[in-house]
């Protein structure tokens, strides 16, 4: 019985009830259409004094709201309302405007079904409850002699007078009966008629995997300046805490490359981060460049104890702004893991070519003695390669000879 009673005026029921009322209340202005075309046939009969004719209403404005069921924002506010009120889960149910005329057609028969159910279940709601209770104080007012008479003509038989109050509250009952059992054929269609086509899914598809790309470059861009930055600052610290006594000279050195470092990365980080806070694309923020900060990169490198040779084979300021963007991460990188892996004090050598429509990148570090050890894995080849691959390029990495070399082939123009 409990749940019987759940299932009629429980809190998901009620909401539901809201929802057909709301369905009813924009049923409203069709109906109003549909008697200015019916009034003209009625041969004079007021539209609203017969239920004939507001049936035929009814009928006239259906059609109507399935025609602008048709606006592009009916789909994502029909669908809220049931996710809101009717307790369908929100995966279940599409958000955007429909698209494709089926999916159009399934938006236009849910529309008019919500509104042909909330109609009834309206016009019930606002007529059932008053001659419910009527017919529930009908025993009590025929107490009073004045009114016997009339009731007496209506139900003519003494047990009448008895069933009046049970009517009464068996009609009650049916209304919630109605609203409860519409309200659950509408939660029940509403999947098949409002939910994601084939198409919303893979719009849905597309949507994540831009977003995921953006989320993947923006760790990129965290791992490099971040990763390389605390590669130098500890070795640059180690190196000064071991000749702190013995060359003060180069401590203040090390000391004075640690604080470039540090607010250049922080520099970085803040725009880095400024993109996750405005949502904006990776290459839209300020970024150091391979023709505007090689120079730099290889000063604080070498401030990090490694000796680093580089040749220089191309006007840097020629190449386009993505590709010298990009081509700085990838050296970064390259001269990061030389730090990390052959140690300080290690000979390094850079080699920047451009030729053929190409631009080269070669590092070539020795081979540490022992297996270094990676914290998070290393990201840092697969970033590099990663890079290489959106730019059309190749990547490869491995050793050659006693050394370990690193070389990256850009186009300098798109590839078709």
Known sequence: MR??????????????????????????P???VGAVVVGPLSDGTA???????QLASFGVGLPLAAVTSLFPLTRPLESAAV?????????????????????KGRTALWFTLHLGFGGVVAGMSLAVPPFAAVLIVMPLAAETGASRPELWEVFGHTWAWALAPVAGVASLLALACCAAGA??????????????????????????????????????????????????????????RRVLDADPEFVREALAAIEETTRRTVGELDAVLGLLRDGAAPGTAPAP???????????????????VTAAVGAPLEALPPVLSREAYRIVQEGLGNALKHAGAGAEVSLRVALGDGR?????????PSAPATRAGGGHGLPGIESRARVLGGTAHAGPAGDAWRLRVRLPTRATP
């Open 3 to 28: 749940a019987f009673a759940r299932l009629l005026f429980g809190r998901r029921a009620r909401l539901r009830w809201i929802h057909l009322i709301l369905g009813g209340a924009l049923a409203m």
């Open 30 to 32: 069709y109906v109003f």
């Open 47 to 53: 539209v609203f004094t017969s239920i004939g004719l």
């Open 83 to 103: 996710r809101w009120l009717c307790g369908v889960d929100a995966d279940r149910l599409a958000d955007g405007p429909a698209r494709g005329r089926a999916a």
């Open 183 to 240: 309200g659950a054929l509408l939660a029940r269609w509403a999947p098949a008629l409002l939910g994601p086509t084939p198409e919303d899914r893979l719009a849905v598809a597309e949507a994540r995997a831009a977003d995921l790309a953006v989320r993947n470059r923006l760790a990129r861009e965290l791992h490099d300046c971040v990763g390389h930055a605390l590669s130098a600052v500890t070795l640059q610290a180690s190196a000064a």
């Open 289 to 307: 460049t391979l023709a505007a900060d090689l120079d730099g990169l290889l000063r604080r490198t070498r401030a990090a104890g490694l000796k």
């Open 359 to 367: 631009l080269e990148l070669t590092v070539e570090n020795p081979l």
